[in-house]
């Protein structure tokens, strides 16, 4: 338990504490904080408290304005920052519970934060994403039974796609222009520590995969996943997909080191992303084009509204969680709204 107030349905419990980067009207520069109850503790205001081996010499990566110093690190640190973090949030310890100027001066309520990218991202490929933490010399591929130590955590994506430009440029080049004009993520990063008790064994893989990609420890995740539409209008969302992360065939581990087989290098900060995230129902369906049949069937929003693709005005709103006992392990909402094109 934590001595800050948590509710039962919050994806912000003292189990998760997922980074990002913020910033206030009253203090504009960007910070490090983490998610707690409706809260964002300041690293930079308590950095002076870590304690650990790593981070009490290490403790200047969270002055920086994005987290790829502390991505860089590597497993030992951000253990040991989870560690400390669950400690020092505890209703049971007194430094920071007791301590009522640095308690002002550490906790901004996320109503009154403006959230950032939490990294320089050097690249990125496309709905559940993860962040590179420490990465490989160019030429030196990562093998699969230590891929996990360069995986740092996840967010929710929104590859945005505009089908129409698609169709038309896809023969001969492939997705171009269709693909490239914008995406969204959720503004927390979750640890893949807060998400191990939701571990699941791995999908049977047919035919099976080359032995580089050979990987019998369990990292597919049971991730509840949902899609909502808020139209023009619209007095609250209406979803239109639930799905899981569960139903993904290939495992983060397996993305990242096929990546480098090649001896292609990462950066403290990539973003890969796992692709769209379809179940085997109808309404497991991750995109638009797959849940309106290429457009041949409408989705009913209610309020004599339906869609068969996006129109200018929508709002699309992804969120997802793990479901613990009393817990949620929740990454927010990944949130973006279709302006009108402009004229050329």
């Given at each position: 338990m934590s001595f800050i107030k948590v509710d039962e349905n919050s994806h912000f419990p003292i189990q998760n504490l997922?980074?990002?980067?913020?910033?206030?009207r009253d203090e504009p520069r960007h910070r490090i904080g983490v998610a707690i109850g409706d809260q964002v503790l300041d690293l930079n205001a308590v950095k002076h408290l870590f304690d650990g081996p790593v981070l009490s010499k290490q403790h200047h990566v969270f002055e920086q304005s994005t987290l790829n110093a502390f991505m860089a690190l590597g497993w030992e640190a951000w253990?040991?920052?989870?560690?400390?973090?669950?400690?020092?949030?505890?209703?049971?310890?007194?430094?920071?519970?007791?301590?009522t100027e640095l308690r002002k001066r550490a906790f901004i309520p996320q109503a009154s934060a403006v959230m950032h990218l939490p990294a320089e991202i050097v690249s990125f490929y496309f709905f559940q994403a993860f962040f590179i933490g420490?990465?490989?010399?160019?030429?030196?591929?990562?093998?699969?039974?230590?891929?996990?130590?360069?995986?740092?955590?996840?967010?929710?994506?929104?590859?945005?796609?505009?089908?129409?430009?698609?169709?038309?440029e896809y023969v001969p080049l492939g997705p171009f222009?269709?693909?490239?004009?914008?995406?969204?993520?959720?503004?927390?990063?979750?640890?893949?520590?807060?998400?191990?008790?939701?571990?699941l064994p791995n999908p049977i893989q047919d035919p099976k995969p080359l032995t580089y990609l050979c990987d019998d420890q369990p990292y597919t995740f049971d991730i509840n996943l949902f899609v909502a539409i808020k139209g023009d209008g619209m007095c609250k969302p209406v979803n239109i997909c639930r799905s899981n992360f569960k139903h993904m065939y290939w495992t983060m581990k397996q993305q990242l080191t096929h990546h480098t087989v090649n001896g292609c290098n990462l950066r403290p900060g990539d973003l890969l992303a796992s692709g769209t995230i379809s179940g085997p129902e109808p309404e497991n369906f991750g995109s638009m084009l797959e849940l309106s049949w290429n457009g041949t069937k409408s989705i009913n929003l209610g309020h004599d509204q339906s869609r068969t693709f996006?129109?200018?005005?929508?709002?699309?709103?992804?969120?997802?969680?793990?479901?613990?006992?009393?817990?949620?392990?929740?990454?927010?909402?990944c949130s973006g709204k279709i302006l009108p094109a402009r004229t050329i």
């Open positions: 997922p980074y990002g980067i913020f910033s206030t253990t040991e920052a989870r560690s400390w973090l669950q400690k020092i949030l505890s209703d049971k310890e007194p430094t920071l519970r007791d301590n420490p990465g490989n010399t160019l030429g030196v591929p990562i093998p699969i039974g230590e891929a996990h130590k360069h995986i740092f955590g996840m967010v929710l994506m929104n590859d945005w796609s505009a089908r129409d430009i698609q169709k038309w222009l269709g693909k490239s004009f914008g995406t969204t993520i959720s503004p927390w990063v979750v640890t893949m520590e807060a998400l191990m008790p939701f571990a996006l129109q200018d005005g929508d709002e699309v709103i992804m969120t997802g969680y793990c479901q613990g006992k009393g817990h949620r392990i929740g990454f927010g909402e």
